[in-house]
């Protein structure tokens, strides 16, 4: 076991990252790190048997990510009957293109004597430009059936293992149907000035991945009348006069992969990636709906803030209101009482304004309970259940507010799991969501917390407390009584090639 032990490297230390540019006499190095994961590589424990001193070097291209693995050590474990050291450029075949693994000095004198590299531009079409802390980034989307994307997302692929837990990389040998559902967002620092006249002026921030799901939209409603009356049979003919092609088929935008690397964490590029990827969604009109795939917690909270600092700016929430003057009566706590929620919200104007905003109806109730739940003065709120023992018959118009504010989360707490709910007796269910219920305010007020903060600091972009380090969700604070995930695969159980983990390093 101390031989073991003696002869074992945690592979997270062993591998270091470096983006390399072209220097005045050996190659220039930008940035290095250490990935966060790797076990879907070297397994559960994250080992590499049968060295001391071990290193792993993995060098990638800052501008086009050319890859190259440079393996050393001090001392390698002699073979003893079936116990060998790990073959690590074996393993990692697997997982990086072949031309990774060639000499160094092959690598080095590429990168130091391109002259096509002075005239690289990332791949697709640039759609948004911004400054961060005085440097200049630049963000370009592409289509995956493009050969200069498919390169460039081959040649990264090994970085979702790296850094997105329990990521898959995508099948660039798919079909090209399949392949032109896809789109990549990649985030690229302009650099100033070219540190030779060969240099690219591009380095890679980062990107994300989205799956376009193709929705069958139904007929808009008309009396039951007129819709006898029409023809069952439509007439058209083939060929189409025009071609069929993912993008002008209404569709669902999927946010898969999505990635800062560790150097760029916590500039906010998080935050320009997410939003300019909003704002493309918003402005394609074969867009009905944005979603996300997976969502760690880093990346539900940068979510919820572009996404409420989004329908604050657009006045989506000033369109919304709590009514609290309701007849008591209708809220009893008599078994029967349903939840009023059509004469406590205006419902028609929320689906119209979720429409326009496309987003998942779990997330836009999130947005919503939210922006209410901001508007209930402090007292009434910090106050907990204490001062809604009158429920709607409360004098103070707050406790009122918050007290029917509660039932509206009730009632989406218990919709969505009900059918867990249902299993258990009276007084637990009540209890569960109960509970369920104060988790949630609880997290809301968090994020109105780092809400209010932003706002003290001027900063306008909805997301500085989650990039800069700001407070965090207690870990598994939002699986309360069952999952709630609420992006469903709109797929219905197909097209599993789109299910792809994501998660975000902001």
Same mark, same amino acid.
């Given at each position: 076991?101390?031989?073991?032990?003696?002869?074992?490297?945690?592979?997270?230390?062993?591998?270091?990252?470096?983006?390399?540019?072209?220097?005045?006499?050996?190659?220039?190095?930008?940035?290095?790190?250490?990935?966060?994961?790797?076990?879907?590589?070297?397994?559960?424990?994250?080992?590499?048997?049968?060295?001391?001193?071990?290193?792993?070097?993995?060098?990638?291209?800052?501008?086009?990510?050319?890859?190259?693995?440079?393996?050393?050590?001090?001392?390698?474990?002699?073979?003893?009957?079936?116990?060998?050291?790990? /073959?690590? %450029?074996?393993? $990692?075949?697997? #997982?990086?293109?072949?031309?990774?693994?060639? @000499? &160094?000095? =092959?690598?080095? *004198?590429?990168?130091?004597?391109?002259?096509?590299?002075?005239?690289?531009?990332?791949?697709?079409?640039?759609?948004?430009?911004?400054?961060?802390?005085?440097?200049?980034?630049?963000?370009?989307?592409?289509?995956?059936?493009?050969?200069?994307?498919?390169?460039?997302?081959?040649?990264?692929?090994?970085?979702?293992?790296?850094?997105?837990?329990?990521?898959?990389?995508?099948?660039?040998? /798919?079909? %090209?149907?399949? $392949?032109?559902? #896809?789109?990549?967002?990649?985030?690229?620092? @302009? &650099?100033? =000035?070219?540190? *030779?006249?060969?240099?690219?002026?591009?380095?890679?921030?980062?990107?994300?991945?989205?799956?376009?799901?193709?929705?069958?939209?139904?007929?808009?409603?008309?009396?039951?009348?007129?819709?006898?009356?029409?023809?069952?049979?439509?007439?058209?003919?083939?060929?189409?006069?025009?071609?069929?092609?993912?993008?002008?088929?209404?569709?669902?935008?999927?946010?898969?992969?999505?990635?800062?690397?560790?150097?760029?964490?916590?500039?906010?590029?998080?935050?320009?990636?997410?939003?300019?990827?909003?704002?493309?969604?918003?402005?394609?009109?074969?867009?009905?709906?944005?979603?996300?795939?997976?969502?760690?917690?880093?990346?539900?909270?940068?979510?919820?803030?572009?996404?409420?600092?989004?329908?604050?700016?657009?006045?989506?929430?000033?369109?919304?209101?709590?009514?609290?003057?309701?007849?008591?009566?209708?809220?009893?706590?008599?078994?029967?009482?349903?939840?009023?929620?059509?004469?406590?919200?205006?419902?028609?104007?929320?689906?119209?304004?979720?429409?326009?905003?496309?987003?998942?109806?779990?997330?836009?109730?999130?947005?919503?309970?939210?922006?209410?739940?901001?508007?209930?003065?402090?007292?009434?709120?910090?106050?907990?259940?204490?001062?809604?023992?009158?429920?709607?018959?409360?004098?103070?118009?707050?406790?009122?507010?918050?007290?029917?504010?509660?039932?509206?989360?009730?009632?989406?707490?218990?919709?969505?799991?009900?059918?867990?709910?249902?299993?258990?007796?009276?007084?637990?269910?009540?209890?569960?969501?109960?509970?369920?219920?104060?988790?949630?305010?609880?997290?809301?007020?968090?994020?109105?917390?780092?809400?209010?903060?932003?706002?003290?600091?001027?900063?306008?972009?909805?997301?500085?407390?989650?990039?800069?380090?700001?407070?965090?969700?207690?870990?598994?604070?939002?699986?309360?009584?069952?999952?709630?995930?609420?992006?469903?695969?709109?797929?219905?159980?197909?097209?599993?090639?789109?299910?792809?983990?994501?998660?975000?390093?902001?």
């Amino acid at each position: 076991m101390a031989d073991q032990e003696e002869w074992s490297t945690n592979a997270n230390e062993a591998l270091q990252i470096s983006l390399v540019q072209p220097g005045k006499d050996a190659l220039n190095t930008l940035s290095t790190f250490h990935p966060q994961f790797t076990y879907p590589i070297f397994g559960e424990e994250e080992r590499i048997f049968g060295y001391q001193g071990l290193r792993v070097n993995l060098r990638f291209a800052a501008h086009d990510l050319l890859p190259n693995v440079e393996v050393s050590y001090d001392k390698k474990f002699k073979a003893v009957g079936d116990t060998q050291a790990t /073959d690590v %450029e074996d393993v $990692l075949r697997e #997982w990086m293109p072949a031309s990774a693994f060639g @000499k &160094l000095v =092959n690598f080095q *004198t590429r990168i130091q004597n391109t002259p096509s590299a002075k005239d690289f531009k990332p791949p697709g079409k640039l759609i948004e430009s911004y400054t961060s802390r005085d440097r200049k980034f630049e963000i370009w989307c592409g289509e995956l059936t493009d050969p200069a994307v498919q390169e460039l997302i081959d040649r990264m692929q090994v970085f979702i293992s790296f850094f997105i837990e329990g990521g898959t990389p995508l099948d660039l040998d /798919d079909q %090209e149907w399949s $392949l032109a559902r #896809w789109r990549v967002f990649f985030v690229y620092e @302009k &650099l100033p =000035n070219a540190p *030779t006249p060969t240099a690219a002026s591009y380095s890679i921030v980062g990107y994300s991945t989205s799956y376009r799901f193709i929705t069958y939209l139904s007929t808009p409603s008309q009396p039951q009348s007129k819709r006898k009356a029409k023809s069952s049979i439509q007439t058209f003919s083939l060929p189409f006069p025009n071609p069929i092609t993912p993008s002008s088929l209404p569709s669902r935008s999927r946010i898969s992969q999505f990635l800062i690397l560790p150097p760029h964490q916590s500039h906010s590029h998080g935050t320009h990636l997410y939003n300019t990827m909003t704002s493309t969604f918003l402005a394609d009109p074969a867009c009905t709906e944005i979603t996300v795939e997976d969502p760690n917690e880093a990346f539900d909270d940068l979510r919820d803030y572009c996404d409420y600092a989004r329908l604050l700016q657009n006045g989506t929430f000033g369109q919304i209101k709590l009514q609290t003057s309701l007849d008591p009566k209708a809220t009893s706590k008599r078994i029967g009482v349903r939840v009023p929620t059509s004469k406590l919200l205006d419902l028609p104007l929320l689906k119209t304004l979720r429409r326009k905003n496309k987003l998942a109806q779990r997330q836009f109730d999130r947005l919503v309970e939210l922006y209410l739940l901001s508007r209930i003065p402090p007292h009434s709120r910090q106050a907990g259940t204490t001062r809604l023992t009158q429920r709607g018959k409360a004098s103070d118009e707050g406790d009122r507010a918050f007290y029917y504010w509660r039932l509206l989360v009730k009632q989406r707490v218990y919709k969505k799991n009900k059918d867990v709910l249902m299993q258990l007796e009276r007084g637990e269910r009540i209890d569960k969501v109960e509970q369920t219920v104060g988790e949630v305010a609880g997290d809301y007020e968090r994020l109105l917390r780092g809400l209010e903060g932003m706002s003290k600091n001027g900063n306008g972009n909805g997301v500085a407390s989650v990039e800069g380090g700001g407070e965090r969700r207690e870990r598994g604070k939002r699986k309360v009584v069952v999952d709630e995930e609420d992006e469903e695969d709109e797929d219905g159980g197909g097209e599993r090639e789109a299910k792809r983990r994501k998660a975000e390093q902001s």
